[in-house]
Nanobody, 124 residues
Framework: QVQLVESGGGLVQAGGSLRLSCAASGRTLSSYAMGWFRQAPGKEREFVVG????????AYADSVKGRFTISRDNAKNTVYLQMNSLKPEDTAVYYCAARPFVLAGTSIRAYNYWGQGTQVTVSS
């Protein structure tokens, strides 16, 4: 099994940037496709971006396309989410997730392991 810990969240003004990190332990990250999800208060948890096991394939939600970039460094057992041009509607708890398959999924049910989340708050 793999354990995931997110970090890098915080408060930022609209238009600013944050870089989230998801550090894995227990298993090598290279065994898992990874995804980022987010959940705002009163809303369903939604897909943000996924990345394949080797990093060769990515998929972004339309709401973040062109602003967010996912990357991974399997040697460091870490996946990143670079968030630029942040908007107030990006405010949410961001979760890192892993699944033991080559390709990422877009459904929360596709993922086996989850971090506890990190809060991102974007002020207007």
């Amino acid at each position: 099994q793999v354990q995931l810990v997110e970090s890098g969240g915080g408060l930022v003004q609209a238009g600013g940037s944050l870089r989230l990190s998801c550090a894995a332990s227990g298993r090598t990250l290279s065994s898992y496709a990874m995804g980022w999800f987010r959940q705002a208060p009163g809303k369903e948890r939604e897909f943000v971006v996924g990345i394949s096991r080797s990093g060769g394939t990515t998929a972004y939600a339309d709401s973040v396309k062109g602003r967010f970039t996912i990357s991974r460094d399997n040697a460091k057992n870490t996946v990143y989410l670079q968030m630029n041009s942040l908007k107030p509607e990006d405010t949410a708890v961001y979760y890192c997730a892993a699944r033991p398959f080559v390709l990422a999924g877009t459904s929360i049910r596709a993922y086996n392991y989850w971090g506890q989340g990190t809060q991102v708050t974007v002020s207007s």
